[in-house]
């Protein structure tokens, strides 16, 4: 049997070698191999071999400080028993700093290191008793000049009752009463830009679709044929707004369930979502499907290359993210999954928001863009003090659209700026320079200057001419007084995955009922407190009860409180019935992703 089992584990290395062997590319002739072991997952804890060959005198390996967050979350933190070894033998090592090990040997360094982690994803990493899902980064260690080498991570026990899943899986092995899988890719930035998921998973391809684009779900309460159409839809749709493909393959992820942390990650070539209701698929795939383009291949210089050592300040996230926000409330639109009201409705919601915040009178979309590493505090997180550069790059973005159609007579238009960034940059494998070539490009559409836009909404944080823009589209813009609910306090995630209760407001409900600051919060509602309080209870109504279980000192207590209610201005962006001809062909424009051919317009003059 141990020489059966040997004999298929050699011929699988000579079939990886050979897939290998594609991707070589100058300079990185090597493969740096790691055994990731799941065994017992019960007990929360990876235990990692990683292999470095042509070792000469001493080795330096790294553990990322951030992944998948514009935070510096310290994975080293989570590393625990390290060993090291040469030729079979211990070899000397020492640990230099958080992050960082220095061993001494030659050949093949063998270094082994266990690493616990049981956070939800799709920005941690989880292995428990149901499933495992792993961001590689915050697992894997790195040579910090060896990156470009090849990568391959073998993992020999996964329960046999298990599936996997991944954007750089290549093949699997029955060993016994477990399997082996096989992730590899052509540089470490490759391996650990494509997250694993191993569980009773189910898993299909994407009907209709070429390139290949491929289904993972973990959980339940979903409907498989509602899934299929809505990401058959986007996907269909924005391959065709962006000309093609840049994917040989893609695969969603998707955990479905009370405990889905909520929210979605993009990578290169697959996407991690998390979701406690199917309601929010459509806007969310469609965001994290459109980061194929923007910001994983149009990519601004200040991210690249990664640095997962230290914070990576850009002034472009309102554009990374913001106008990626954008075309997802594009996409639903134009492919139907959304109504026009709906599409108003969520443009609505993201102007009130950020009007709603004392801090849009003067941080700009591109400082917002810079601050980004301080989301982690919940001060900063206070209306007062920040405005996100997702909502107002979303803003931001339909209202240049507006402006480019209006200077061309709708002939052209934002799509326009996307798609030749994609070729200017994308698709030679240059990085943007942040601000300035977004606006050049912008005017090379709109064949006119956008300086001004530029200088006073994105890189300052002038007021907004809101209603002047918006009737160029044949919409106007209307404020009112509504209710909305609030928590009273808001909510910080340690280091540690603990979440904890922070500037809570002393009239609150929650203060009435006995919740205090600093309180550790063990469950919200029989589940995970949710990633973002304030963007949860958004979706909450007022009176609606909250059953907590916090820690205070050494003692364990539950406190059921309600959602408070306050009063703000809402505005709503609705259809001007007595807009023009121009104003109306430029709103249909944008509902229905369209432009008029120069001959038509020409005609109609």
Not at 61 to 83: K, T
Not at 508 to 534: C, F, H, Q, T, Y
Request: with cysteine; hydrophobic share 40%; glycine share 6%.
């Amino acid at each position: 049997m141990m020489f059966l089992r040997a004999l298929r584990f050699l011929l699988l290395r000579i079939l990886l070698v050979v897939f290998l062997l594609a991707l070589v590319t100058s300079g990185a002739s090597a493969t740096i191999r790691y055994t990731v072991s799941v065994d017992h997952p019960e007990r929360h804890i990876f235990h990692i071999s990683m292999e470095i060959p042509d070792v000469t005198g001493e080795v330096t390996v790294q553990m990322p400080a951030w992944n998948a967050l514009y935070q510096i979350r310290d994975f080293g933190a989570h590393v625990r028993e390290v060993e090291a070894f040469a030729g079979g033998n211990r070899a000397p090592f020492d640990k230099m700093d958080k992050l960082t090990w220095r061993i001494t040997g030659n050949g093949t360094i063998t270094l082994r290191y266990a690493t616990y982690w049981d956070e939800p994803g799709p920005f941690a990493t989880q292995l428990n008793s149901e499933h495992a899902f792993i961001n590689p980064a915050m697992i894997l260690m790195y040579v910090p000049d060896r990156r470009a080498e090849n990568g391959e991570i073998a993992m020999p026990d996964v329960p046999l009752e298990w599936q996997a899943a991944g954007a750089s899986l290549h093949t699997l092995e029955w060993m016994g009463r477990a399997r082996e899988f096989i992730f590899a890719a052509a540089s470490y930035d490759a391996l650990v830009d494509a997250p694993i998921e191993l569980g009773k998973i189910d898993q299909f391809d994407l009907p209709g679709m070429t390139p290949p684009v491929f289904l993972v779900v973990h959980g339940d309460k979903w409907k498989k044929k509602e899934v299929e159409e809505e990401l058959r839809r986007i996907c269909t749709y924005e391959l065709k707004l962006m000309e093609g493909a840049p994917y040989e393959h893609y695969t969603f992820i998707i955990h479905f369930g009370q405990g889905a942390a909520g929210g979605g990650m993009e990578h290169a070539n697959s996407t991690a979502i998390s979701l406690r209701s199917a309601e929010d698929l459509p806007s969310i795939a469609a965001h994290e499907f459109f980061h194929l383009w923007n910001v994983k291949r149009i990519r601004p210089a200040t991210l690249d290359p990664v640095d997962y050592t230290k914070e990576q300040y850009t002034r472009a996230l309102w554009f990374a993210e913001g106008v990626t926000s954008t075309y997802a409330a594009y996409t639903v639109v134009r492919s139907q999954l959304w109504s026009k009201d709906q599409f108003y409705f969520d443009l609505s919601q993201q102007i009130s928001g950020i009007e709603g915040r004392p801090a849009n009178r003067w941080q700009s979309a591109e400082e917002s863009s810079l601050d980004a590493w301080l989301e982690k505090y919940p001060l900063y997180n206070r209306p007062e003090e920040s405005v996100s550069y997702y909502a107002k790059g979303q803003v931001l973005g339909v209202l240049l659209d507006i402006l480019i159609r209006d200077r061309t007579d709708n002939q052209r238009s934002l799509d326009d700026v996307l798609r030749a960034m994609n070729n200017q940059f994308a698709r030679k494998n240059k990085p943007y320079r942040d601000g300035l070539d977004i606006r050049l490009t912008a005017e090379q559409v709109a064949g006119g200057s956008f300086e001004e836009f530029f200088g006073k909404y994105v890189s300052h944080a002038e007021p907004v001419p809101y209603s002047q823009i918006f009737a160029l589209a044949g919409l106007d813009l209307r404020a009112a007084q509504r209710k909305r609910p609030v928590l009273g306090f808001f909510t910080e995630r340690e280091p540690s995955g603990e979440v904890i209760v922070r500037n809570l407001d002393t009239e609150s409900s929650a203060a009435k009922a006995g919740l205090r600051s600093d309180d550790v919060i063990l469950s919200w509602n029989g589940s995970e407190a949710p990633r973002n309080a304030e963007r949860w209870v958004y979706s909450q109504k007022p009176g609606s009860v909250v059953h907590v279980r916090v820690r205070r000192d050494d003692r364990e207590m539950s406190i059921d409180f309600r959602i408070d209610e306050a009063t703000e201005t809402f505005y709503q962006v609705i259809e001007d019935s007595h807009a023009g001809a121009k104003a109306k062909r430029i709103r249909e424009g944008i509902l229905r992703g369209t432009t008029q051919p120069v001959t038509a317009s020409l005609s109609k003059q």
